[in-house]
Every structure is written in structure tokens, then in C-alpha cells.
């Protein structure tokens, strides 16, 4: 069972123009998380299909299950805003449902997608490779086939690409069953798009070493990323899948304070809120057109609020024992809940399922995510950030990381060779390229410039359609809206470069044994989350609560996951010193 935040991006961003890139509920069976993508909302116990969090609209092929194919009530409508605007119509949009019968973003159908048959009319004389991808992404592009063909072409490759999704709406299974499924059946991939555990630990993928260091291409790949990406996307024994470069940094609590109230108040911005609830409260009665904090309620994994390694939601890595442990053993995420739930029922938090429109705010409590420079938020020459999309007026902030700063984790999402493939070569070489060449990253993320978007004075894109977990590398791509430019870029190197980097971070454990069990424990967290939902007047009330679902999860038999998670810790550990 997997979890969104993605994304998001990936992907799974900072912000709610962006929201956080998470893994995808519709493998855990909903979400509590609340989740803002471009000025549509979904309410908190309705999900979106993707991240750990993730993003923007999303695309679906003409064919696709609709929302008349589902069971679910269309009452649930009008939780959503549509955004609105010049050049918007709400009938582009239909509402439609992931794997799980939740609800998903509205997004308009395909217009430039070509099928297989179509690129195989179009291209006679080249080999055509098939890039599986899902929609979890919520994206516009893989819209531009022909214009991406064409530039491959013009390289002088012997291959062209066609796009082709494999989540059907009415499917209940995990992503790598879907695809083993299909393939079992005879259908042929080149590339495959999944969560980046699966690609290896299901055989839908093969190892890329050998390509990575063998070929040309594999070494302008291997000279472009840093050391770090590299260990972050092996899965064990080998590397297999290639991730976006800014979705192998974690996630960590992010705080953004007024940094005007800050010093009018005399808030101490390295204590807890909790420790400082009297000046909340006045600034509470005194600022008017501000909101006091501005925060998701609780949300059941660890990922989003420390930088330790998620495994599923009731799991998480503890990067100082080199254990598999319960989230509701880590007191960072515990501390960081109950702090939010207090805040709730001190009647200072706004839900971030709510679109802020005070002139102002005075603390940003956010699961934030490693893009610090996403959408909307600029690093200022004083070491101020400024924070444009949170409240109607930009806010001058400082910022802090309580639980600790970003670090290297494993990429949610990644891209592999199938080893399904009759054209593995070419598959390997289409990736790599997709990585390294500037102009075929942008068409894959972008689409086509002039017609999806245009290049604004500070050098970015200026759309919100956009393909970011699928496909980005911002090592050389057009950096995206609500960035700083072309420092984007040197931004993400760096941090890829000096993060911490834990030193088993290649030890990624294989789950797809405790699937059944792992899924109840991730059942009973959601309620874990949803106890919270409505404040925690007490940190006595707080506890007793942690301790009535610790009970029901291990009631699940989730000791068991956790112990097998160690032995194979264990095992990998002692092939490693050999």
C-alpha cells in the first residue's frame, strides 16, 4: 500500500498552488490529507490520486472511466472549486474517480496524444517504444507525441515514443499488479513509470548499472547528476529506475513566521508554539485580516513533517538504530501533531482546506517539502523568505525546520526499463536522453513552447500544466512557475550535494509480503489522523489517544512487517561487508 505525497512532486509542493508531492492514496484506500492544486480543492476525506504531494489538472485519455461508470454519489461535487479566470470554462472539466472510488481532480480530456498505431503510420521506418506512465502526476503533457517525435528524429535516432497510461478508474489492485496483469497477457512496454520500490522489487524493471556505465549516453547521465542521486535511486542490488532529481529530497516540517509580527510581539521563533500560546493570542485579538496559523490538521505518516524515511504509513525508517519502527514511536511526528491539534483547539489554526483570504498570516505550519523556492516562495538577500500565494498580500517570513533540515531520500516515483521490453537499448537510451537533453525535457514536461506556455523575464514557465514527476530533471530544464529563475537550478544541485545523506539509504525494504497487513495498520492511522481532526485540548487527552490506536495497529499484526523489514535489513547488511 502506497501513500500520495508526491507529489509532489514532485512530487508531491511547498505550497497550495502546488501542494505536497505524496505516494497515492488510491493504493492505501483514501487519504486524510488535505491536498490544493491550482485553485481546486478536495475536502479532507476525499483524496486525490496523487504525493507524497504533489501538483497541477491532470489529463486523461479519451476512454477513460468516467465518473456515470462509478457507484459514488455525485452529492460529492460540490466539495470542489473550479478555478475560474479568462480562457476557463468548467466545461472542459468532468469529474471522475481513482482506483479507490474517490474522487479526483477535474481535468480535460487529451487532444495531442497519438496512439501506437498512429506513431507506428507516422514513423514507418523507426522502432516504436511504449512509455506506460499513470496519471498520478495530474498532468497536461505526454500531449506533445508528434513534436516530441520529430525532435528525436532530428537527433537522428533509430526510435520514436508513444505514451500510453495504465490506471483504468474501475482497477482495485496495486500499480505493479495492474501492469503485471497486462503483461502477462502479451502486451509488450519499453519504459515503465511506477512507484520506484515496486519497478525492481516486482520484476517490472531491470537493473540500468550496466547501461549506466557502458554507454554513451549512460555516462553524459552519470557525469550530470551528483553522487547522491545515485545512491538515492539504487534499490538494493542496483538502480532500477530513474527518478526527478528534486523528488530524492525529503521532507520536513517547514514553519514560515510574519517576520514583522515576529519582532512587533517578541516571538521567539526556536520555541514551540505551545510554549508561546499568550502571544498567539494576541496577536490573535489585535491583527485583524490576519490568520493566526495557517495549517493542515493532522495527517497519519511521518514523511511530511520529519526527515526521516517513510516506509508506509504506519512505518517509518529510523535512520540512528537502522530499524523499521511504528510512526506513532516517533515523537518528532508525535510532537508535531499534537502541536497542530492543540493549535486547532485553541481556535488559532485555518485548515489549509480552506482557502486563506486574510491580507496576512502569522504562522505558516506546514508538512513541507524539499522545493523551499516551489511556487510561490523566494529566498530574499536578508535571509527572509517571501511568501506570495499563501494570503492575498505576500508576507516577508522568517522560516525555520524544527524536525530537521532536508535530507537524501529515495525517489517516490521513477522510471524504468521494463524488462518486458524487445528493445531494451533504445528504452535505456530514450531515458537517459529524456534526462540530459534540455530541449526533450522541457517537451516532456512542458509541451510545446509558444502554444503551452512562454518563458517569463525571470527565465520560467509560465503555465501550471506541467509534467513534473513523470518526467523533470530542474538540473536542465526550464525552471517552473513560482520559482527564482534560473537559480532554480543551482538551488536543487546544491542540496543534492551537501544534504545528509544517511549511509544505508540504498537499503530500501521490500513490503510487497505484509501488503494485507501493512494496508490494516494504515486503516487504523487514518483513524488515528481523524481522532485528531477535531483538537487535542490536552497533551494527557493527546496521549491516551496515541495510546488507543499504538493498540489497534499492533492489534493488526503489523510486528510482523517490522520484523521482517529488520531481517532483511540484517541480510542486506551483511552482503554489503562481504
Known sequence: MKKLLAILLAAVMLLSSCGVSERNPAEQGGSDSSTEQGGIETSKNEPVTEDKSDEQQSDAPSGETSSSDTSEDDDNYEDYILPSGDGFSADEFEFRYDINGYLITPYRELECALSYEEVCEMYPDKTVLTWLVSFVDNTYTTMRTKEINDYLVSLGKDYVVCFEAYIDNKYRDPYYVIIQDRIDKGEKFDIIFDFSDHLGQSGLTIPLDEYINSTDAGQKLLELMPENYWRACTNNDGIYGLGNPS???????????????????????????????????????????????????????????????????????????????????NQKYLDSVYTIAKLDSEGYLTPSTFNLFDDSFFLYYTQGVALGFWNGVTLNDDGTYTVSNVAKEPVTCYMTMPNGPMAINNPWYANGVAAASEHKDEAFDLLATAYTDATLNNLLVYGLEGVDYNITENGTADTGDYSVMLYANHLIGIPPAGTNGQGFADYIRNILETAPCEDDIEFIPNILDYQEVVSDASSVMYDFADALSHGAATREEFDAIVAEYKEKILQTGIQDAIDGINAQYAEWKEQQNE
Not at 252 to 262: D, G, I, K
Open 247 to 329: 523528488d530524492v529530497i525529503t521532507y520536513t516540517l517547514v514553519c514560515y513566521y510574519n517576520a514583522e509580527l515576529v519582532d512587533k510581539y517578541g516571538y521567539d521563533i526556536n520555541k514551540s508554539p505551545l510554549e508561546q500560546l499568550d502571544i498567539l493570542r494576541e496577536i490573535d485579538e489585535n491583527e485583524d485580516d490576519t490568520c493566526t496559523v495557517y495549517g493542515s490538521r493532522p495527517i497519519q505518516y511521518t514523511a511530511p513533517y520529519t526527515n526521516d524515511r517513510n516506509i508506509e504509513n504506519p512505518l517509518y525508517w529510523d535512520k540512528d538504530t537502522h530499524e523499521a519502527k511504528l510512526a506513532l514511536d
